[in-house]
């Protein structure tokens, strides 16, 4: 069974902070995405990285694969308010699988 | 374009009454998910359908969830009869291929609460 474990859990900051979260497993992924959820709605995909090392850019949001393949991390520049919400990794197995498995999320708090 | 859309919202009902969800994908999407998200978790595989056909069930509980997309196009999921373990959100998404890579679009959910 693949896991994927996301740290922190919670993280509460200030507006204009720096912060970054990460998604980590033992098990190597073709490719990994992920998502934003806000409360009472489905997750929005932000982003899917696919190559080892790769790194991909969003406005202030920064996502590396790692060169494993076997972890992420989502690094947030100058938090705001809209960035509050529920933070979700998902992996996809190599082989071709279009199962996707969802880490446990990193809830986030921007307070103003 | 008109996202995925499901209904009802929110649903209250009494352990061991029968329940069901509805979900329109994507127009032109031929995959379809469904997911269970318990509070605190991360959203987990209940059944993915290529058109009308379930290609992955292994995670759906068959005694008393069942599902079907007649069709190929809307999808209905039904819990007869309910537990109190149901509670969670419900999600249904479906996805797109771009390429090698498939990226899901998830509608808003229905929250069950079974009392």
């Known amino acids: 069974t693949q896991l994927l474990e996301q740290s922190p859990q919670f993280l509460s900051i200030q507006e204009g902070e720096n912060l970054t979260v990460y998604c980590n497993s033992s098990s190597v992924f073709s490719s990994l995405q992920w998502y934003r959820q806000e409360p009472g709605e489905g997750p929005v995909l932000l982003v899917t990285v696919v190559t080892g090392g790769e790194v991909k850019k969003l406005k202030r949001l920064t996502f590396q694969f790692g060169d494993a393949r076997k972890d992420s991390s989502l690094h947030i520049t100058a938090a705001q308010t809209g960035d509050t919400g529920l933070y979700l990794c998902?992996?996809?197995?190599?082989?071709?699988?279009?199962?996707?498995?969802f880490g446990k999320g990193t809830k986030l708090t921007v307070n103003p | 374009e008109a996202g995925v859309v499901q209904s009802p919202r929110y649903k209250i009902i009494e352990k061991k009454q029968p329940v069901a969800f509805w979900c329109n994908p994507i127009s032109g999407h031929n995959t379809l998910y469904w997911y269970r998200q318990n509070l605190g978790q991360g959203p987990e595989l209940l059944i993915r359908y290529e058109n009308e056909e379930a290609v992955d069930d292994s995670q759906l509980p068959k005694d008393r969830f069942s599902a079907e997309r007649l069709k190929g196009v809307d999808s209905t999921l039904k819990i007869q009869p309910a537990e109190l373990g149901d509670s969670a959100v419900y999600l249904c998404?479906?996805?797109?291929?771009?390429?090698?890579?498939?990226?899901?679009?998830f509608g808003p959910g229905t929250r069950l609460t079974v009392t």
């Open positions: 998902a992996g996809r197995a190599q082989g071709g699988s279009e199962k996707l498995v």
């Open positions: 998404a479906s996805s797109l291929v771009r390429g090698t890579l498939v990226e899901q679009y």
